[in-house]
């Protein structure tokens, strides 16, 4: 009707003036979503505009979607969402789709069409999307999380009894490697309510509004006294009230105090400066929507408007990775036992993100490590090749897509989400670490002792002179150099 509707308005506009109407090529695209916008929202005389994240380029048809993605995959071959886009125009799957699922399709698609390097490509922008769009999503999954035969089903379960490589003990304590200095640890899981979009399909309103709901469960953990704490908030006072009708956001934080959150590791940084994260639309309307809670003794944190809606993580320094793992358990429990809490999951998939490599826990359990030896050409090249068959990965210090430190200190953390428990996560680290610092040791002439051992670790973005304190008001300046190069994005902040 729409494609017909145009043919008609052009023959009646070609006989009110004589010429065919043509198409502007800034209007030959669609929007992704709904525009949120309110009368009064802009100046009169001026268009509304809308972000690069929040416009989808159409496919006339299937055609269109498939020749792109054959495109990049000719120059990108480890891209999946391309790899899998053929796979399905190859099989004649992708021309019958209807028009309004192959719209889905290329929202979901959409960052990694135009991010060729990515290693995935591809984003849910709903829940359902993982069953709606089953025939591209399953075989992305079961190729990036190890499951050829589809098989295998997701289970939950956060206790260690019985878990493959547990000390006999229980205790996942790090002095049993010969580290005699606490180091600084972290564990974090990703949740989505049920009762709002995917961050990709968020509107503004949906940001705020997201917000909004949350702050009655942060006003819960507020008032109990084992967490305490406050809340940072990002959302200008001028774009709460257009959503909520309240003058002011009770929240708001400066751009300094931001600043001296993400230094600190407690706030995440500008997502509108991730062309992964634009593509995609999670970063849209930033920063509305974006902040986070933090308890008093700073050790418990939830990121709210990131890449998930919500971040909820643990971090502490110490020995015992048990501590900070059966914390962020309890508080969770909390969290969703609170009133309109309830948490998206898959029957198949376990917790529902956006991103596919974190579905199944939304667990990525980290330390940072110093490997010297390993990082002596001032890479993380030989690092990820003695980390990878140890099912570890390697990142920069200051999270993805960032540089290792100056003195090869390094962030690791078990690489795998779904088909593995979250017991077996935390086990799996504290065996890793033990594994890469004998790699490490084995790099120089000759072996690490343990006296040397306890140096390999650092407290996150800390020098090992002054180790991290943990504090609802910490404030760190540090100077990373400029990263020369961008990497794949597979895994997330």
Known sequence: KLY?????????????????????????????GTVDMKDGDQPKGKKPTLSSASIVKAPAASNDLEANARTVLAANPENRCVKYLVSLADSGKLASLSPEVMAQLTKCA??????????????AMAPADYDELNFFFDPVCNDYHNNPTGDKAHTTNWSLKGVEGLPESGVLDLRELGLSEPLSMRVRVGRNLTSFPLPGAMTKSDRINFEKTMLGAFATLVANDSYGGQVYSMTPNAEWKKVTGESKNPNLISATKYQELVDAHV??????????????GIASDWPCGRGCYQSADGGFIIWFGEEDQLRIMCMGKGFIL??????????????????GIEFA????????????????TGMRAS???????????????KAKAAAKPLGLSVRGTGGEHTPIGSDGTVDISPSNRLFITEAE???????????????????????????????????????????????PNLSIEIALPQQQQRGKREQNH
Request: aromatic share 6%; with cysteine; net charge negative.
């Open 4 to 32: 017909n509707g145009i043919k008609l308005l052009m023959e009646k506009e070609s006989g009110a003036n004589g010429k065919q109407l043509e198409l502007a090529p800034e209007h030959s695209t669609h929007y992704s």
């Open 110 to 123: 959409k960052t990694g069409l135009e991010n060729g390097d990515s290693g995935l490509g591809c984003y």
């Open 267 to 280: 706030m995440f940084k500008d997502m509108d400066a991730d062309p992964y994260l634009k593509s995609a």
């Open 322 to 339: 048990n501590e900070i793992f059966d914390r962020l358990n309890t508080a969770l429990q909390l969290v969703e036992s609170i009133e």
């Open 345 to 360: 999951t898959s029957s198949k998939y376990g917790y529902v993100t956006s991103c596919p490599s974190n579905l199944g």
């Open 367 to 381: 330390v940072h490590l110093k490997i010297p030896n390993l990082t002596a050409d001032g890479t993380d090249t």
């Open 425 to 471: 996560i935390v086990t799996k680290l504290y065996n890793g670490i033990k594994l890469l610092m004998e790699k490490e040791g084995g790099g120089s002439d000759k072996t690490t002792s343990g006296q040397q051992q306890q140096s390999l670790v650092q407290p996150f973005g800390k020098s090992p002179q002054k180790p991290l304190e943990m504090s």
